[in-house]
């Protein structure tokens, strides 16, 4: 029981010092597998502008929009990380990875 404590462990000890890197990589892989969802509201929502219109406001969303959202979601995401008790963060971070991963499956970007 100690080992498999220990191995939690030495898990989390291993990520912990990237914890903002895995903070970023989760939101752009969420971004990335709906941000089509969110596209096409946006889509629907500008269609009956004029095409420069259209065009104007999805290089702002996609440009500024997703970058800002990157930008200053990643915080959060990080301290929503840190809630996980310690020892089992790490074990955590690969889980969300694999269930980010069945997603990717389930919506057919793998």
């Known amino acids: 029981m100690q080992l498999l ?27 990335v597998v709906y941000g089509d969802v969110l596209n ?7 269609s009956p ?5 259209r065009t104007i ?5 996609c440009a500024f929009g997703y970058g800002l959202l990157v930008v200053f979601a990643t915080p959060f995401v990080n301290q929503l990380l840190m809630m ?4 089992y963060r790490g074990l955590s971070i690969i889980v969300i990875f694999l269930v980010l991963g069945y997603l990717a499956e ?4 793998i």
């Open 49 to 53: 502008y004029h095409f420069i219109v």
């Open 5 to 31: 404590i220990d191995g939690l462990k030495g898990l989390t000890s291993i990520t912990q010092l990237y914890n903002s890197e895995i903070a970023l990589t989760i939101l752009a892989t969420v971004l």
């Open 57 to 61: 406001i999805f290089v702002l969303v």
């Open 84 to 87: 996980i008790p310690y020892m």
């Open 106 to 109: 389930h919506r057919r970007y």
């Open 40 to 46: 096409k509201h946006i889509k629907r929502m500008i």
